[in-house]
C-alpha cells in the first residue's frame, strides 16, 4: 500500500531536519521525503498544521498479561499507547508468571502479533521469580528475542548477584534496566520522606534509599562494563551521580517520568489521593526542578511513563494498602507537550531524542528516521489540540492517573505503525 502524508511539520534530529514536506510510505518503509511529491494511485492526508516525528517509543510499561488481566491486558495497554502516540513499548517482566524464561518472551510476543496496536518489545527478569536469587534464563531469552533486562519493580539487593547479572548481561549485548531501591532503607516507606512524611502522618521514603542504589549500580557497571539504565530517576542527588557517570565516559543512561517531572510531594493533600502513590514517591518541588534541567541539558536521556494499571477497587483503599503506581501512556506526550514545548524549555527536536531516538538506543531496536529507507513508524501530534484529561477517555482498562482533570493542549492525532494506522484523526483503527 502507498501512502502520503502531505504538508506537515517535520522533526527529525536524526537528519537535521525540521520544515514543512511530504512524505511517501510504500510496503512499511519511507521512500522519499521532499516537497511536492506525487504518487500514482494510493492513500493521500492532507496533515498540514500538524507535526510528524519518528514514532514514539515508552521503553518502561507494565502491561499486566500474563496473569493480571484484570488491570489490564496487552489488547488494552496496546490501545492505550497507540491512543498516547506510541508506535512501540517495552514491557516489563513483573508479570504472573514473571517473564523470566523463553516462554515467557514468546507468549507476550505472539500475543501482541496477534492483538496489539503498537509494537511490543519485551524486557526479561534479571533473576528467577525477581527474587534476586537465581539468574533467569538470560540467553535463551536473548535467543527469542528479549531487549534488555530488569528486575523492575525490584531492587536486585545483593551486590555480588548484581554484579552476575551484568557479568551475563554484557555477553549478550544487553543493558541492565535497575529500579533503584534499597529495601533496608525504603521499608514499608508510603511517600518521600521530610515534610510530606510528617504532614500525612505516614512512613517515609528516603531519597537515600533511591541513590544508594544509583552509586552502587554505577559502580558494578564499571567494573563489569555493562551498559546500564536507571530507571525513573527521582533525585537531584540521584541525576548528580548520573551526571557524574556520564562524564567518566560509562556506558550509564537514565529516565524519568511524567509523573515525577510535573508532580510533587505538595500535591498529596488530606484527601490521600492514591493516584498519587507510586513507586519512587513523588519527591521536593526542587528535585523535579532539577529533573526538567537535566532533560533540557542532557542528563537525562529519555522520558517513559513507567505505565502501572491498577483496577479500581485496589486504589480505592487506605493510602497505606492501595498499590504503588499511576497510568501513563495516554498522558505522557501532552504533558510534554504542554509543559516543556509550548513554554519554549524543550524545542521539538529534544522531544524526539527523549521520546523517540534514545529509548531505541538504549534498547538496542532498529532506529527509526524520517528518510528514505526507515522503517514508517510515525507519530502526527497536532500541536492545537486542547483536552480535558478524563477517565472515560482512556483506552486503559486502568484510570488511576494523577493527572485526572487537568487541561492539556496538543496530543497525538494518527500514528502509524510499519506504514499503517494504528489511530487514525484520534481514534483507534480496528
Known sequence: MALMLKNARLVDPQVGLDEVADVLIRDGRIVEVGHDLAMEKGVERDLAGKVVVPGLVDMHVHLREPGQEQKEDIASGTRAAAHGGFTAVCAMPNTAPVIDNALGVEYVKARAEAVGKCRVHVAGACSQGLKGEVLSEMGDMVAHGAVAFTDDGHGVQDAGMMRRVMDYASQFGRTVMVHCQDDSLVGDGQVNEGVASTRLGMLG????????????????????????????????????????????????????????????????????????????????????????????????????????????????????????????????????????????????????????????????????RLEAGSVADLTVIDPEAAWTVERDGFCSKAGNSGFLGAELKGRATDVYVGGYATLEEGAIVE
Not at 521514603?205 to 542504589?213: D, I
Not at 505538595?266 to 518541588?285: C, F, G
Not at 522520558?303 to 492501595?322: G, I, N, Q, S, Y
Not at 501512556?329 to 521539538?348: F, H, Q, W
Request: aromatic share 4%; charged share 25%.
Open 205 to 368: 521514603w528516603p531519597a537515600e534509599g533511591e541513590e544508594v542504589e544509583v552509586a552502587r549500580d554505577i559502580a558494578l557497571c564499571r567494573l563489569t562494563g555493562c551498559p546500564l539504565h536507571v530507571q525513573h530517576v527521582t533525585t537531584a542527588r540521584g541525576l548528580e551521580l548520573v551526571r557524574a557517570a556520564k562524564a567518566e565516559g560509562l556506558p550509564v543512561t537514565c529516565e524519568v517520568t511524567p509523573h515525577h517531572l510535573f508532580l510533587t510531594e505538595d500535591d498529596i493533600d488530606d484527601t490521600y489521593d492514591t493516584s498519587l502513590k507510586v513507586n519512587p514517591p513523588l519527591r521536593t518541588a526542587a528535585d523535579a526542578e532539577a529533573l526538567m534541567a537535566a532533560l533540557a541539558d542532557g542528563t537525562v536521556d529519555a522520558v517513559a511513563t513507567d505505565h502501572a494499571p491498577h483496577t479500581d477497587w485496589e486504589k480505592d483503599r487506605e493510602f497505606e494498602l492501595a498499590p504503588f503506581g499511576m497510568v501513563g501512556l495516554e498522558t505522557a506526550l501532552s504533558l510534554m507537550l504542554t509543559n516543556l514545548v509550548a513554554p519554549g524549555k524543550i524545542g521539538y527536536d529534544r522531544l524526539v531524542e527523549l521520546m523517540a531516538v534514545a529509548p531505541r538506543a538504549i534498547l538496542k531496536v532498529e532506529p527509526v
